[in-house]
């Protein structure tokens, strides 16, 4: 009894140090009990003493002892009961409230798991766990190591880890590619809520980036995927919701306008639409206002016509808590700016109509990111406009609150992309880039053969849309630079002196970037079938050309268990630039698309193979 009452105890140490000291102190009292049983001698006679009673019978003596014996044995047989249900009891408790991991770990050491340390390639070490011939190493040091992922998920109460070789998803095209359909997969690009993002620019209607640049510039790829992403989601989501505030005729609020400010509804020769005149004193008090409730959808519209430093306010309220922000829209050139609660964004001084679309939550956030106020999820389920507000002297229409304006900001890029176009056919990159050791820095002013394809690819759809022969020309001009030579202030480069490639980055030694190449292509192929696919023409050409060097080139790009970003390691005798899984699964979507449209098995083997790389396929070794 002694000694299981310790190994009991023993074995609890590490569970329940209270318990374990319960079951020692029982074991002791036990052992004192037993101690305590022992007979001690009877003491001497004293001398002269009377004679001793005789002693009762040996057999009374013997039942007696038997009798204190099975009461002994009782004893223990019930301590052992209460000491296993005391267990037992401790042990259901336990494992019914901790987690599936503390429990494995537990039952890894009742079960002789034990902790070990696992030497690493003989450099360091990691804390793991045996049991038998098993050593489990913890996945925080296999994630990192491998570049795995995984998470623990609970479905239906059920508790389980998933595991994922890639972060990336892989996204198979329901038919083929068409030019005046989807761009990629860019429905599901929100170019405007990243982070190098500073704002949506209140003149130009398009990003502002700081990719390269903390003051910000305007990057002309950056910009045509935002224009291509609005027009995918325009082909792809449903028809958006529109709420018409205020048109001058059919639609016309109760605006409520203080003492010293004035409200008329005017007819505007250049709009052909009636339009709201206002004035207001310089003091703040003095504004015109009204009061909307709109919840869900925040892409506000309207056309202005407004003197310098006059504004359109939209407030929004949390509608969890007392939050207010106001987002102003001012007739002045400062980009972006941010003081507690007031965001204002500029929208020009140039005193003639425009017309302002703004998302009014990414607004918000921009403001709040120059702040440093922390990020939040789901702002648009937690506001609601609840005002808007005209402020100095000007004009005002077509005012409307909508889900979304897709096509407003997509013909914003093309648009810009018009006005900005060089006499050579490109757009300038405004920032220096330092692409890679032993490459020379890109100065401001390089071009990028990736802008090039996607503001062809944009220029593109919007002849498609609107017919106008302005969008097909600048399309046209943009193929001059694809034929000039990198070093000559172009996108070219060769290899092997044979093969053509179009540079995303025109270094010296050349790089051969995958992706931007591919995104070329496509622009090259939107503008031969927008076109005519049966015409013979220039971008025809240009196309064909860089799918033969796609095709010939494409096998160096293998890693056998992923591909490569660029062909550095050929270029410039470095270490090789392996493409993170994002870019990777760029690579399968862009090949699986071309394999719709080029018959050529390389395109469509190659893509299955990269995948199965996602998936942690390896390519076989000798």
């Known amino acids: ?3 299981g009452g310790r190994g009991h105890a023993a074995i609890l ?11 020692g102190h029982l074991a002791v009292r036990r052992v004192g009990g037993r101690i305590d049983e022992h007979r001690a001698p009877a003491p001497p006679k004293a001398a002269g003493s009377a004679p001793s009673a005789p002693e009762p019978p040996r057999a009374a003596d013997g039942t007696m002892m038997l009798l204190r014996m099975n009461m002994r044995t009782a004893l223990a047989v019930l301590c052992i009961s209460v000491i296993l249900l005391m267990l037992l009891w401790n042990r259901c408790g336990e494992f019914s409230h901790r987690p599936i991991s503390s429990a494995l770990s537990n039952a890894l050491s009742e079960h002789g798991g034990e902790q070990i340390e696992c030497l690493i390639n003989g450099e360091y ?32 109460g059920v508790e389980r880890f998933e595991w994922s070789h890639s972060y990336s998803k892989v996204y198979h095209p329901k038919r083929r590619y068409d030019p005046r359909g989807t761009f990629a997969t860019f429905e599901n690009y929100n170019v405007e809520v990243r982070e190098r993002v500073k704002c949506i620019s209140g003149v130009e209607g398009v990003p502002v980036s700081t990719q390269w640049e903390p003051r910000g510039f305007f990057y002309p790829t950056q910009i045509a995927q935002f224009g291509l992403a609005h027009y995918s989601k325009n082909v792809t989501e449903p028809e958006p919701r529109v709420r018409v505030i205020e048109d ?35 003091h703040a008090s003095s504004q015109v206002w009204l009061k909307v409730n709109i919840s869900q959808d925040f892409v506000l519209s309207f056309d202005a016509r407004l003197k310098p430093n006059s504004s359109v306010t939209a407030v929004l309220q949390n509608k969890d808590k007392k939050e207010t922000v106001y987002l102003h829209y001012v007739a002045s050139n400062q980009l972006i700016y941010a003081q507690d609660d007031h965001i204002y964004h500029g929208i020009g001084t140039e005193l003639k109509w425009r017309r302002v679309t703004r998302d009014l939550i990414i607004d918000m956030q921009k403001g709040w990111a120059l702040q440093d106020r922390p990020k939040r999820k789901s702002p648009r ?12 002297s000007g004009a005002v229409g077509g005012i409307r609150v909508s889900s979304s304006e897709h096509m407003a900001h997509f013909f914003a890029a093309a648009n810009w992309l018009v006005r900005r176009q060089r006499a050579r056919g490109g757009w300038p990159v405004a920032a220096r880039r330092h692409v890679a050791p032993g490459a020379s820095d890109l100065r401001p002013g390089w071009h990028s053969a990736m802008s ?21 020309r600048a399309a046209q001009r943009a193929l001059l630079l694809l034929d000039v030579p990198s070093r000559a202030g172009g996108v070219k480069a060769t290899w092997m002196d044979r093969y053509v490639w179009y540079e995303e980055y025109p270094t010296t030694p050349p790089l051969f970037v995958l992706n931007g190449f591919i995104y070329t292509l496509l622009g090259l192929y939107d503008l031969h079938v927008i076109e005519g696919e049966n015409s013979i023409s220039l971008a025809k050409k240009m196309f064909d050309d860089g799918m033969a060097s796609l095709k010939t080139l494409l096998p160096l790009f293998d890693t056998g268990s992923g591909s490569f970003y660029d062909l550095r390691h050929f270029t410039l005798g470095v270490s090789p ?13 862009q090949l699986y698309l071309l394999a719709g449209l080029d018959p050529d098995p390389i395109l469509l083997n190659t893509a299955k193979r990269w995948e199965g790389y996602m998936q942690g396929r390896r390519a076989a070794h000798n």
């Not at 804390?127 to 479905?155: H, W």
């Not at 389920?381 to 100095?392: A, C, P």
């Not at 090039?452 to 097909?472: C, D, F, M, P, T």
């Not at 630039?577 to 979507?589: C, I, K, L, M, S």
């Open 1 to 3: 009894m002694t000694a």
């Open 13 to 23: 140490v590490g569970r329940s140090p209270g318990l374990a000291t319960r079951l």
């Open 125 to 156: 070490s990691v804390a793991c766990r045996r049991e038998r011939d098993q050593v489990y190493l913890p996945f925080s040091f296999i994630q990192k190591y491998f570049e795995v992922y995984g998470k623990m998920t609970n479905t239906d």
């Open 248 to 282: 001058g005729e059919r639609h016309s609020e109760g605006w409520i306008v203080s003492q010293d400010a004035t409200l008329t509804r005017e007819l505007d020769q250049e709009l052909k639409a009636r339009v709201l005149r206002f004035s207001t004193a310089d």
């Open 381 to 392: 389920n937690k506001f609601k406009i609840s005002s808007l507000i005209l402020s100095g």
């Open 452 to 472: 090039q394809g996607h503001a062809i690819s944009v220029l593109a759809r919007a002849y498609s849309r609107s017919g106008k022969e302005a969008y097909l």
């Open 577 to 589: 630039n392996v493409a993170r899984w994002d870019y990777h699964a760029t690579h399968v979507n």
